[in-house]
């Protein structure tokens, strides 16, 4: 059986904003059909990386290659890229149903002031029964939980028929308890769908549980592969710092990163 091809593409890459140097020489590939969690603090440039495989943003120096091209050269492959930001303005009092917020994410194929075809219908309906909100279709969007509301967002990206599907924090509204579920749908969903999956995520006890790769990021690519071999109190420290207490129960450690001014009641816990 032959190995799966090489799906993105990164080298030495660097990234600068505002004359602040934010990514520095990361490198790693990016196999078909791989589910990747990147992992790291608040600052440690993982928006900007989804933001630059997307093509959003241009690096100071480096490569990146998604489907053997450049992300602003793509032309119409463009469309085999699926995303679902951290932050989205969408008002939930808006009289708009679940099926209109996903088919929102079919205009770039509808066009500017055309109706939906037959086959943008089909792919809508397609989504939302890959995201399981088939029976909520005619929902008004303001009338669901936060949860939903994420597979709505995941619907609408889906709704192009991506090949890659990049989620950036997509539990950073939801509870505790709902996080754990809404990543083993996530699971769940990939599995079925074969689809290759990039998450940015702060869960580290959570998320490593459910995909295939972690990558920790901190400005530089600190590790990156099997979540197992990976998230050692090592790698994590690179990322969080010495003053993050890790707690091993299971095959991979939690972590409590102390708020500003609890120093020294982590280093009074730790001895």
């Not at 050269?73 to 149903?97: A, C, E």
């Not at 509870?175 to 579920?181: H, M, N, P, W």
């Not at 699971?187 to 995520?201: A, F, K, Q």
Request: glycine share 8%; charged share 20%; with cysteine.
């Amino acid at each position: 059986m032959s190995s799966p091809a090489t799906i993105i593409s990164v080298e030495n890459l660097s990234v600068e904003i505002e004359d602040k140097l934010i990514l520095k020489d990361v490198t790693f590939n990016i196999c078909e059909g791989e589910f990747w969690g990147i992992l790291g603090p608040n600052g440690s440039g993982k928006t900007t990386l989804l933001r630059t495989l997307l093509g959003m943003i241009q690096p100071v120096s480096g490569s990146i290659r998604v489907f053997d091209a450049a992300p602003d050269k793509l032309g119409n492959k463009r469309q085999l890229l699926g995303y679902v930001p951290q932050h989205m303005t969408i008002d939930y009092h808006f009289p708009i149903s679940v099926k209109q917020v996903v088919m929102l994410g079919r205009c770039g194929k509808i066009g500017l002031g055309k109706r939906p075809r037959a086959e943008d219908h089909t792919a809508v309906d397609k989504a939302l029964q890959q995201v399981q909100l088939t029976h909520l279709m005619d929902r008004q969007i303001g009338r669901l939980s936060g949860g939903e509301r994420q597979r709505v967002l995941i619907a609408r990206a889906l709704a192009l028929e991506p090949k890659i599907l990049f989620l950036d924090e997509p539990t950073a509204a939801l509870d505790v308890g709902a996080t754990e579920s809404f990543y083993e749908w996530l699971n769940s969903m990939h599995s079925g769908l074969h689809l290759t999956m990039v998450i940015v995520s702060h869960d580290v006890g959570v998320i490593s549980r459910y995909v295939n790769v972690i990558a920790c990021l901190n400005k530089t690519l600190v590790a990156h592969g099997i979540p197992e071999q990976i998230l050692n109190n090592e790698n994590l420290e690179k990322m969080y710092g010495c003053e993050a207490v890790f707690f091993h129960h299971g095959k991979v450690p939690h972590l409590v990163v102390p708020e500003p001014g609890h120093v020294d009641y982590m280093k009074e816990r730790q001895s």
